[in-house]
């Protein structure tokens, strides 16, 4: 045994115990000052409560609203819809004997619903195995190809051997696409005002879609720390960047290696820095981001999460606003909407979303044969927040507990 390495690891794991427990007397405090209004109205007058809803409904409506013209250019959207700000029926996988209900969702978030799945049954944060079994006893076995990708068939059926779950993203050929960034949001809503915990989750789950250390992870953990940061009160549009900023990949660039996760946002930043709709948005990406060719060429961690974190900044976080702005990006839209809709409504909540729309994806879900959970947004909103409230009880016995000592 390396003896410096463990004496690290301990000093860590304390550290992170102490981290965990001030973080959770202080959630604990903002929830107790909240119990009217079911949870109570926050600083920046947003319940907890609707912060959950506002970044699931972000993320499942974004999602539903971009897979209609998800791989289309920016030029063919203008073309066929103006500014699309609406859901419609589409076909997906080549399946065009499926006409899908608008609204209806997509692969991420089939995804996030076993995460969600998970995080019910335990009530708390999830680690690797936690979600293996989640996929084993509730992933839809007609998912795969058809409202899942493909090789999402594969790891399943590596999780029903007896490969650790940590190992099983090894097997995957793509490490560095935006599975994990996009789909994520559960992971920064258990662990809300927790970004530490945030991180720590999405590393250790994510190795069931990636490598450790992978870019597709590094990515996720900007998505669960806007999150994480988004959901405590008098959060900012500015303090959620600033807290991605303090917290993710950074790359010493002496050693000639790329700027890392934060010079890429920064550069984005500056380079839309003028931008004040989407269309001047997407002109200037162009220029960035452009890729074609390979397999999932416009579906990379990297190019989704930033222009993720634009659309935030440039919408203030609004999330009905960032949702129309992530749709007529162009390119991969879907995934684009679910980050960047998912970590404004954190922030804001989702009362500017019409609620015709909520509606809709709802009815959408019924009607799926596929999916891997037919919980309303609501259902699924609300029993994440109980079981982050769970996970606070916890703590705070265990806390109390360890007081009295």
């Known amino acids: 045994m390396d003896?410096?390495?463990?004496?690290?690891?301990?000093?860590?794991?304390l550290a992170g115990t102490v981290a965990a427990a001030a973080a959770a007397i202080s959630a604990s405090k903002a929830l107790g000052a909240q119990q009217d209004k079911e949870a109570g109205v926050n600083a920046g007058g947003v319940s907890l409560r609707?912060?959950?809803?506002?970044?699931?409904?972000?993320?499942?409506?974004?999602?539903?609203?971009?897979?209609?013209?998800?791989?289309?250019?920016?030029?063919?959207?203008?073309?066929?819809?103006?500014?699309?700000?609406?859901?419609?029926?589409?076909?997906?996988?080549?399946?065009?004997?499926?006409?899908?209900?608008?609204?209806?969702?997509?692969?991420?978030v089939e995804r996030q619903k076993l995460m969600i799945t998970a995080i019910l049954e335990k009530q708390d944060r999830i680690s690797a195995e936690d979600l293996r079994r989640a996929w084993v006893d509730h992933m839809n076995p007609n998912a795969a190809g058809l409202v899942s990708e493909p090789f999402e068939g594969a790891l399943l059926a590596?999780?029903?051997?007896?490969?650790?779950?940590?190992?099983?993203?090894?097997?995957?050929?793509?490490?560095?696409l935006v599975s994990l960034s996009r789909s994520?949001?559960?992971?920064?809503?258990?662990?809300?005002?927790?970004?530490?915990?945030?991180?720590?989750?999405?590393?250790?789950?994510?190795?069931?879609?990636?490598?450790?250390?992978?870019?597709?992870?590094?990515?996720?953990?900007v998505t669960v720390t806007a999150i994480a940061a988004a959901t405590k009160p008098g959060t900012t549009v500015d303090s959620v960047i600033g807290a991605v900023f303090d917290n993710c990949d950074k790359v010493d660039t002496r050693f000639f290696r790329p700027a890392g996760i934060r010079g890429e946002i920064e550069r984005a930043l500056k380079h839309t820095a003028d931008c004040t709709d989407v269309r001047q948005m997407r002109q200037k990406f162009d220029a960035l981001y452009s890729g074609t060719g390979i397999v999932y060429a416009q579906s990379y961690a990297n190019e989704i999460v930033t222009k993720a974190i634009c659309v935030l900044r440039m919408t203030n976080g609004n999330t009905w606003e960032a949702m129309k702005a992530g749709v007529n990006m162009g390119r991969d839209t879907d995934c684009l909407t679910a980050v960047a809709a998912g970590i404004s409504g954190a922030l804001s909540g989702a009362d500017s979303i019409p609620a015709e729309i909520v509606k809709?994806?709802?009815?959408?879900?019924?009607?799926?044969?596929?999916?891997?959970?037919k919980r309303t947004l609501r259902e699924t909103s609300d029993g994440l927040c109980n079981a982050f409230k769970a996970r606070l009880a916890k703590m705070k016995t265990y806390i109390d507990q360890m007081a009295a000592t």
Not at 158 to 170: E, L, N, R, V
Not at 360 to 373: F, G, I, K, M, R
Request: overall charge negative.
């Open 184 to 221: 994520c949001h559960p992971i920064g809503l258990i662990n809300a005002g927790d970004i530490r915990g945030a991180i720590d989750d999405v590393r250790e789950i994510g190795q069931l879609y990636n490598t450790a250390n992978s870019r597709g992870i590094l990515w996720a953990e």
């Open 360 to 373: 809709q994806v709802d009815y959408a879900t019924s009607l799926n044969p596929h999916t891997n959970s």
């Open 158 to 176: 590596m999780a029903k051997t007896h490969i650790p779950a940590s190992d099983i993203g090894k097997y995957c050929d793509y490490s560095g």
């Open 50 to 108: 609707e912060k959950f809803f506002g970044c699931i409904a972000g993320c499942h409506i974004g999602s539903a609203m971009g897979a209609p013209v998800e791989g289309w250019p920016y030029e063919r959207i203008e073309k066929e819809y103006g500014l699309l700000d609406r859901l419609l029926p589409y076909t997906a996988y080549g399946k065009r004997d499926w006409v899908r209900e608008p609204g209806t969702t997509e692969d991420g």
């Open 3 to 13: 003896v410096h390495r463990d004496a690290m690891g301990r000093r860590s794991f």
